[in-house]
Each structure stands twice: as structure tokens, then as C-alpha cells.
């Protein structure tokens, strides 16, 4: 019989101890019996997936994950955004981020308002795309983008990717809007060269029309964030990665809400699957997910990856109950069901369940420690430790390279306990 590998990933789930939880991480206090169950028949260890020197976050995590050395391969995330929309970039062209971000409405200056929402107060898909197709027809805006040689490319989210023609990187600077809750917008706006005042007049002009437009007047009259200002980061030129089928001899596919996810699948080869209702966030379809990776394997793939954002983007919006559930949510609604139907077809397998990494509680931003990981094999009898947490995995062998974890999965590197 075929062995079938699965790999889930729940997004920013590993947490430090947080004082509300008596000490204990998001991992340690959520329910999540199935996953615990698991655990205490696998191997749990804790791997680094963020490698030194480079930014921490699901960019270079899911890169290690995936067997890509982001010391060889990394050339920003917007990059590998961009290949999931279809987007080959050409020498010299630069892509970015673009966030439908949510500024405070106050009547100061553009450098004196304050970071809101990284994703515009949670914006709909069809209103983000909407209003952004809409702000790049203002001839005010429109002109600017194109004396900076700016297209954007939308998506049904508050993800979009902006390409430069012959965009200036070297020494440019743009933080994560995420990272920066609550803070001014001018101690974050683009820096570092001559392109940053470009990138930066196009985030104020943005800014300028965008809270006028109906989505927005009616989001306000509603209790929401006005999705009032483009945001862009994750900048970098063309990527390249190394296939998957080639490097594990696997066919794939992987089940996100993402761009990124997808992006990473498109240039390794690997298939994509969008599954409708998920929307990387909460409310997302835990079980059509699910269903899909079962889907997958069904059709004659070796291996499937689930990735769930909903852990990591609460945990940037400060929603502690919110990462609890979310976790809980990927346990009984996805691992789940996924054990459960393969357990139901008689058929072996082997799981990796992890965070890429940790999202802090603490400060709403990424963190690039070790994160805990856990491979079950559904064939073989391990003596695990009692449940999948941030301990867990310390009290386990530690791997140094999230590198590493798919030979481990898939049996071409072996590590004992």
C-alpha cells in the first residue's frame, strides 16, 4: 500500500507564555485533544525554520519547510506573491506587498496618523479588489503610478502585489505594517534610497482619495475601519526555486488561503488548490480543507499541505480568544477529519503538524525562535510526550534547519528521540 504524507501547518501558533493564560502559550491552553492524542505516539522535537540574518516570518519559514534554503533562494516575499497570480517578473522589475491597510482618520498630517489594520479592518475580498481597481483610475493616482512605472495586480483579499518597472531596491526599507500596530505612520513609511519618496507619495496619495469612496463611507457608518491607505513591503526581485518532485521524488499539492503558499507551490512545482470560504482568516472553511487534502491523495498524489493563517492573523489583530479557537478549529476540524477518513480507508500515513513560527501574544509580531513540530506515522508505535506544545518540543531533539523536516516526513533522514 502507498504511504501518504500530509503536512499541516497552523500559521503563528507557537506563542511564548502569556501572563493571561497563567503562564501558559495559546498551544498549551487551547483544546486540542486529536493533536495531543497524536503526539503522545510521535516524534515532537522543535526546529528553527527562520534562518539568522533574514526577516522572520512566513516568507523564509514556509521557504525552509518546503526544503528551499532561503539563504540561496530568498529574494523577498512579494516575489513569491507574485508567482501565485501568474506574475513572471522581468530584470530589473520589483514587486511589493500592496496592503489595503486601515490609518487613523484624524485631521493631521499623513506622517502623524496612526497603523490601525494591516489588512484595512479586515476588509471583504470583492470590496478590497474593488477599491483598488478604483484608486489606480483617479487621475491624480493613476499619473503618479505610471511616472513611477507602478501596476498593481489584485486579488480577492487586502493582498495585493504591486510590480515596479525598474524599481529601486538596494537599501530601500518597508516595514511590515503588521509589526507596527498602533504606531505613527511616519516612523514606518519607505526609506533608505531615492524610490522610498516615490513609494511613499504613492501611500499618501492613496490615502487622500480612498476614504472618500462609498465601500469605505458605508464601512464607517457601520462600526468598521475605512480601508484608507495602500501599504507596501515584502519588496524583491525575481525568484527562482528548486523543484520538489526532483528534490523528493513526490508528487503534491498545497491547500491555502494565501498568496504566498500558493506562490512557494507554483515555482516548486507543486499544485495549488483554493478551497471557497477560505479567507485566511477565523471564519475560514476549516473542513473544506480538510476535505480537499483528502481529495488530493484520492487522486493519486503522494503528499498534501494544509496551511491555516487564521492563528497567526489573530494574533496580529491582538485577539487572544481568537488564536485559542482558531488552534482548536484546526485540531477538531481539520486534523481531525483528516485522521479519521485515513484511518477509514485503511490506509498508512505519515503527518507533520507545526507552526511555521511563533507569533507573539505579546507584541502582535513574528518571532524567528524554534517552534515545536511533530511527525506521526500512522504504522509505527512511538512513545511521544503527553501533548504538542512549546515544551514539548524543547524537551525533544532539535533540528537546525526547517530544511531538514521534509526528509524527516518522508523518511530519507532519520532522527531518533
Known amino acids: ?29 487551547a483544546n486540542k485533544p486529536v493533536i495531543d492524542a497524536l503526539a503522545r505516539r510521535s516524534l515532537v522535537g522543535s526546529v528553527k525554520n527562520c534562518p539568522d540574518g533574514l526577516p522572520a516570518g512566513s516568507d523564509t519559514a514556509i521557504l525552509s519547510i518546503f526544503g528551499c534554503d532561503p539563504h540561496k533562494c530568498y529574494t523577498g516575499r512579494a516575489p513569491l506573491e507574485a508567482a ?17 491597510a486601515a490609518i487613523s482618520d484624524e485631521d493631521v498630517p499623513f506622517e502623524n496618523k496612526r497603523i490601525l489594520s494591516h489588512s484595512g479592518g479586515g476588509i471583504e ?83 487622500k482619495y480612498l476614504g472618500e469612496h462609498p465601500i469605505n463611507k458605508a464601512r464607517v457608518a457601520a462600526g468598521k475601519l475605512p480601508c484608507n491607505c495602500i501599504w507596501f513591503w515584502a519588496e524583491g526581485t525575481a525568484a527562482e526555486l528548486p523543484s520538489f518532485t526532483e528534490a523528493y521524488g513526490k508528487s503534491g499539492a498545497v491547500i491555502s488561503a494565501v498568496p504566498l503558499c500558493h506562490g512557494i507551490a ?14 485566511g482568516e477565523l471564519d475560514t472553511n476549516y473542513e473544506g480543507k480538510a ?4 481529495e488530493a491523495l484520492d487522486s493519486g498524489l503522494d503528499f498534501v499541505a494544509v496551511h491555516v493563517e487564521a492563528p497567526d492573523e489573530c494574533t496580529h489583530n ?29 490506509e498508512r500515513f505519515r503527518m507533520l503538524i507545526l507552526s511555521d513560527h511563533k507569533t507573539l501574544t505579546a507584541t502582535g509580531a513574528h518571532g524567528a525562535a524554534p517552534v515545536p513540530f511533530m511527525i506521526y506515522d500512522s504504522g509505527a508505535e512511538l512513545e511521544g510526550p503527553a501533548d504538542y506544545s512549546e ?6 531533539p532539535y533540528i537546525d534547519a526547517g530544511t531538514r523536516l521534509m526528509g524527516l516526513l518522508f523518511e530519507k533522514e532519520i532522527l531518533k528521540k
Open 391 to 396: 515544551p514539548s518540543g524543547e524537551a525533544g
Open 84 to 100: 501565485a497570480q501568474g506574475l513572471r517578473l522581468a530584470p530589473g522589475d520589483a514587486a511589493f506587498r500592496c496592503n489595503m
Open 1 to 29: 500500500m502507498t504511504m501518504k504524507y500530509i503536512l499541516v501547518i497552523g500559521d503563528g501558533m507557537a506563542d511564548d507564555p502569556v501572563p493571561e493564560l497563567g503562564g501558559k502559550t495559546p498551544l498549551q491552553a
Open 125 to 207: 475580498g470583492e470590496n478590497s479588489k474593488e477599491l483598488i481597481e478604483w484608486l489606480f483610475t483617479v487621475p491624480e493616482f493613476r499619473d503618479a503610478a505610471a511616472r513611477a512605472g507602478v501596476t498593481v495586480k489584485p486579488t480577492l483579499s487586502y493582498r495585493h502585489i504591486a510590480v515596479q518597472s525598474g524599481g529601486d531596491i538596494r537599501g530601500l526599507h518597508l516595514s511590515p505594517p503588521h509589526d507596527h500596530l498602533g504606531e505613527r505612520v511616519g516612523d514606518n513609511v519607505p526609506s533608505g534610497n531615492e524610490n522610498a519618496k516615490t513609494l511613499r507619495g504613492l501611500m499618501e496619495l492613496s490615502n
Open 318 to 346: 491582538h485577539d487572544l480568544p481568537g488564536k485559542i479557537k482558531s488552534i482548536e478549529n484546526i485540531d477538531g476540524l481539520v486534523v481531525k477529519r483528516i485522521v479519521e477518513k485515513m484511518r477509514a480507508r485503511g
Open 291 to 294: 476535505d480537499a487534502a483528502i
Open 266 to 279: 507554483a515555482l516548486t512545482g507543486l499544485g495549488r488548490i483554493s478551497v471557497e470560504g477560505a479567507t
